[in-house]
């Protein structure tokens, strides 16, 4: 099992903000990330402790192979870790955007689109807000209008939120993290983004963001759905699914006594992510030692296709990934 050092990024269009677990401060107009785990180039997660303490996760694939990704994973993405793990935390309304898939990507030079799903975690102030789809029908055309005039907000379906609220959002959904959301996020290997509009803001220097409309109007879904919230029935100590798609499937798990979870049938890798209080997990792995961790909220851990079980013990709750 694995755990690595988390990336910790601020980008513009944030606030003042420290990411819980972290320890994060971030300086005015920022938005926190911290990437847990990551085989984006440039941006890639180093393991932090144990034999293999300092190598890079995508090194971590060329060495472990079917072994830690799964003998399917590893057909499909050869040496390429294929999730991207992060906790956001938004001060300020991040950019409308959209993210093309796989097709669309590929078109533009791009190994892959994205598509994501967010979990909200506790807020980081009373009145959290998220943009996920879009609420009426409109045309390329009146996209192109709405982007130019700023009314484009007005065609977004908005969602006050809450601690433990679920969205998929399938490339080609246009979405945004409003101010106050904290969120964990699941996606693709991919950090291929179309900004469709800004609020006119202007950076240090009196510029404005690089936007892509037109590449967006290509990657944009224009269907319309009556909800875009994922509905769950939360229940401790049992799974609950979240989303199932071709890139990951998530579930939540809330945990008040001890549980065995059985891994011995799955070829994938699984990654763990803490959402809050301590367990201690027992991991048995078919080809390694039985081997103890505390897991805590705000840790990441990555477990090898070769992982049999893991028993957890104490309270604890967490998102269980797997490709």
Same mark, same amino acid.
């Given at each position: 099992m694995y755990k690595f050092q988390p990336l910790l990024k601020q980008t513009i269009w944030g606030g003042d903000s420290i990411i819980p677990f972290k320890h994060l401060d971030l300086q005015a107009e920022c938005v926190g990330?911290?990437?847990? =785990?990551? @085989?984006?180039? @440039?941006?890639?997660?180093?393991?932090?402790? !144990?034999?293999?303490? !300092?190598?890079?996760l995508n090194d971590l694939v060329r060495k472990e192979r079917e072994r830690l990704l799964g003998n399917g994973n590893y057909a499909r993405f050869g040496n390429e870790f294929p999730l991207l793990?992060?906790?956001?935390?938004?001060?300020?309304?991040?950019? =409308?955007?959209?993210?093309?898939?796989?097709?669309?990507a590929q078109r533009h030079g791009h190994a892959r689109g994205k598509s994501e799903m967010w979990y909200v975690m506790s807020p980081s102030n009373p009145s959290p807000f998220l943009y996920c789809g879009l609420k009426q029908h409109i045309t390329p055309e009146q996209y192109a209008q709405m982007v130019a005039d700023g009314s484009i907000v007005d065609a977004l379906a908005r969602y006050d939120v809450s601690e433990g609220d679920v969205f998929f959002i399938p490339a080609g959904r246009i979405h945004s993290i409003g101010a106050g959301c904290f969120v964990a996020e699941i996606q693709q290997t991919s950090d291929v983004t179309y900004r469709i509009y800004d609020y006119q803001r202007r950076d240090a220097n009196g510029n404005l963001r690089q936007l892509h409309t037109r590449e967006a109007a290509e990657a944009i879904d224009y269907s319309v759905q009556d909800d875009y919230r994922t509905h769950y029935h939360p229940a401790p100590n049992v799974p609950q699914p979240l989303v199932s798609c071709p890139y990951f499937s998530t579930a939540v798990y809330d945990l008040t006594e001890p549980m065995l979870i059985d891994y011995a049938d799955l070829d994938s890798f699984v990654v763990l992510l803490g959402l809050s209080g301590e367990a201690k997990l027992t991991v048995s792995d078919a080809q390694a030692p039985v081997a103890q961790t505390l897991l805590r909220g705000g840790d990441t851990l990555l477990l090898p296709a070769t992982t049999v079980s893991v028993q957890v013990e104490g309270r604890l709750k967490m998102l269980e990934t797997y490709v």
């Open positions: 990330e911290s990437w847990e =785990i990551s @085989g984006v180039e @440039g941006s890639e997660s180093v393991v932090s402790e !144990g034999p293999c303490a !300092g190598m890079s793990v992060k906790f956001i935390d938004a001060r300020r309304n991040l950019s =409308i955007q959209v993210h093309p898939n796989d097709e669309v």
